[in-house]
């Protein structure tokens, strides 16, 4: 393992990913840019698995995750949480909810939901009165106005009713949705910091108003440029984005702190995970993460397309 400074602070971070496939370039930037974030301010770096939504996700996925994670020498403190073992908190969090009267249900279709740019809180004036299956809705307050400051974008700022709406925090099949149950695991976890791609950046003022309602200490935010194909589309299983080779694991991590900005000297790209990261942490500096909001996967260089204003989100 790396030989890192001993974990003498309170700051605890993250690396949440989706088991849909197998790590990728893009996924594997988030993981190094966290890790990097939290041992060097000597805290905490854990893992959490969501796998939240079963029809999305693939067979095997976890395990494979996990073992690309070993393999980069990127080794996490604490047991792995799963999403899947959580349902009883996250339930617990909703009653929470439900008893200061702050939800709703909604049995509004997909249809109707797409014609508007934010849900006009129909079903919150007039109830549902069938017993078809129903959403859970969060009744937002008045001014719900949110800002934060991101640690690589900038100020950022998003009027909540405005631009989405009372929203959805259980989903009409039941499963529990990712807005709420992420709350609960990072309130439940102690999470201080959260290093993750821009394209969640939308589900961030949503995520702190919750924070707010369960008056728990909300994280400090940083949302990192995400690498894109050659057509400008996020890597993903549905892009078909290549999975990394666990065999250039050395050449991934490299080819990772590059795009991040670290500019790794040449020399150093065979070299051992271990000393790679050793040389990221002792090197790592937010300031250096490119300002923008896609990475082509063979380029460092920025894309032209820049954001200082909430405005990307693969959440609903």
Not at 79 to 88: A, D, I, L, P
Request: proline share 6%; charged share 20%; net charge negative.
């Amino acid at each position: 393992m790396p030989k890192l400074p001993p974990q003498t602070s309170t700051y605890v971070g993250r690396f949440a990913p989706s088991p849909t496939g197998q790590l990728h370039q893009g996924s594997l930037l988030t993981a190094v840019a966290s890790y990097l974030d939290a041992r060097q301010a000597q805290g905490q770096w854990l893992v959490r698995m969501e796998d939240l939504d079963p029809p999305r996700e693939q067979a095997g996925a976890a395990d494979a995750i996990l073992q690309s994670l070993e393999a980069h020498s990127l080794h996490w403190d604490q047991s792995v949480v799963y999403q899947s073992q959580r349902q009883s908190a996250y339930q617990e969090r909703l009653h929470q909810l439900e008893n200061q009267n702050l939800c709703y249900p909604c049995d509004c279709n997909r249809q109707r939901l797409k014609s508007m740019p934010a849900y006009d809180g129909k079903c919150r004036r007039v109830p549902p009165r069938n017993s078809l299956p129903v959403a859970t809705r969060l009744a937002l307050a008045v001014d719900s106005d949110v800002s934060f400051e991101d640690l690589f974008q900038s100020h950022q700022r998003q009027q909540l009713n405005d631009e989405v709406g009372d929203f959805v925090i259980r989903r009409k099949d039941g499963l529990f949705a990712y807005q709420l149950a992420v709350v609960a695991d990072d309130i439940d976890q102690g999470i201080t910091h959260v290093i993750r791609g821009i394209d969640l950046i939308d589900s961030t003022a949503r995520q702190i108003y919750l924070f707010q309602l369960f008056q728990a200490s909300t994280p400090i935010y940083g949302h990192l440029p995400i690498v894109v194909n050659e057509q400008g589309q996020k890597l993903s299983k549905q892009t078909f984005a290549a999975p990394l080779s666990n065999s250039d694991a050395s050449k991934n991590l490299w080819q990772a702190m590059q795009r991040l900005g670290l500019e790794p000297p040449k020399h150093i790209e065979n070299d051992s995970c271990e000393h790679l990261l050793e040389w990221g942490v002792r090197h790592w500096r937010r300031g250096l993460v490119p300002k923008c909001t896609q990475i082509m996967p063979s380029s460092t260089s920025q894309s032209p397309n820049t954001t200082n204003d909430i405005g990307i989100d693969t959440e609903t």
